[in-house]
């Protein structure tokens, strides 16, 4: 047995809580090894003279002064401004105010486009000009493939979109966070 190893395992040997076969390996690396023999007396002497350490009462008003102290100090700090904080990190750019824009514009015309009494409304959208005919052949060609790609393909649309917005409305600071997240996870080529 080496040092290290009983050093790791003379606490237990005090407490008598160590199994049969290690305390009969430890006792014979004590045996022979004086550096040990001197840890193992000083824990000894340690253990007794916590043992005979007598208890102090604390006062009976003890949480009432650390309350009071804690209430003090907090009262000399400097006041934050709550609303202040509050908006610190919603700071958009010019770019990510035009990309929600865009994003919320896509997303209101998709569903005027999948509302029949809706589209009726638009000029454009009356199923006879090209971009109500590509929609149409594009949901036509979009139920023809196997549901479970459909649904897969959604899901990873819909994440990526979904990761996008988030970091377009969380700021740049956020963003950066995110970015040094995700590059530390990557792996190193």
Known sequence: MRCSQAAEQLQLYIDQRLPLDKMRLLELHLSQCASCQQTLSLLEQIDQALDHMELV??????????????????????????????????????????????????????????????????????????????????WYNLMSVNSNTLMLAFWIVGTILGVWITLLVAGSEMRSLWLKAMFSRLPVW
């Open 57 to 138: 009462a604390e006062p009976a008003d003890l949480t009432t002064h650390i309350m009071r102290r804690v209430a003090y100090s907090v009262q000399q700090q400097e006041p934050i401004h709550k609303e202040v904080r509050a908006f610190e990190l919603f700071q958009p750019s010019l770019t990510e105010l035009l990309s929600v824009l865009v994003l919320a514009t896509i997303t209101t015309l998709g569903i005027i486009l999948g509302q029949p009494s809706l589209r009726a409304s638009l000029p454009i959208a009356n199923g006879h000009d090209a971009l109500s005919l590509f929609c149409i052949n594009l």
